[in-house]
């Protein structure tokens, strides 16, 4: 499998700034956002921050041939979904997206629709709104994680991690090969899910955490 990183900064994206000494005008200026591709082209989004924008740009100058990829979230903070509204695959109403997230006890649809109400943004997430108020046309369907992916080549697994209101980490497994991607997780607070972290990485060649 191939792992892209198209953003993996936390909280927020940062312009670059040589004088103040951040040096983000090659890579890591962008919130967090993977793009997976498998062995047998099967594609998966992890998490939509703002490195969403240019994968997004990115799709469009790649036929989908229908597959679109699965977008996976592992958490719906705001350094996590702030991509979206910026995302140009779902502004194509011939696209469908299977969206996954940990939904219990909150519901990722809602979640996102409400976030882009027209008070914060001129584009709906995936509704009309009232007065004319136009949506991102893409077709979204939108599922609980709860028993995790199995397509022909990959298993996607995830666990929980310890980090306000809700996270999971994900594991991809593709025969031998298994990568990691972290989720928020703090380290030493709360012994119990450090422990079942350890063993959820147990085995994988590539872990890649946003602490
Ligand atoms: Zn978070």
Not at 137 to 152: N, P, Q, V, Y
């Amino acid at each position: 499998m191939k792992i892209k990183f198209y953003g993996t900064r936390g909280s927020f994206p940062t312009a670059s700034s040589e004088a103040r000494g951040i040096y983000t005008l090659k890579w890591g200026g962008n919130t967090t956002c993977l793009y997976l591709t498998t062995n047998n082209s099967e594609n998966f989004i992890i998490d939509a921050g703002t490195g969403s924008r240019l994968l997004g740009m990115d799709l469009l100058k790649t036929p989908q041939n229908g597959k679109t990829p699965k977008i996976l979230f592992t958490h719906e903070h705001q350094d996590h979904v702030e991509g979206i509204p910026s995302f140009a695959p779902f502004y194509n109403p011939d696209n469908e997206f299977h969206v996954y997230a940990k939904e219990n006890p909150r519901k990722i649809e809602e979640l996102l629709r409400e976030r882009q109400r027209v008070e914060f943004f001129p584009v709906a997430y995936s509704i009309p709104g009232v007065d004319g108020v136009p949506c991102m046309t893409a077709g979204k369907m939108h599922h609980d994680i709860e028993k995790g992916i199995l397509t022909e080549t990959v298993e996607v697994s995830y666990c929980a991690t310890n980090h306000p209101d809700g996270c999971v980490a994900y594991k991809f497994r593709e025969r031998n090969n298994i990568f990691i991607f972290g989720g928020d997780h703090e380290f030493d607070l709360k012994p119990e899910v450090d422990d079942k972290l350890a063993q959820f990485y147990e085995g994988s060649k590539i872990i890649a955490l946003d602490t």
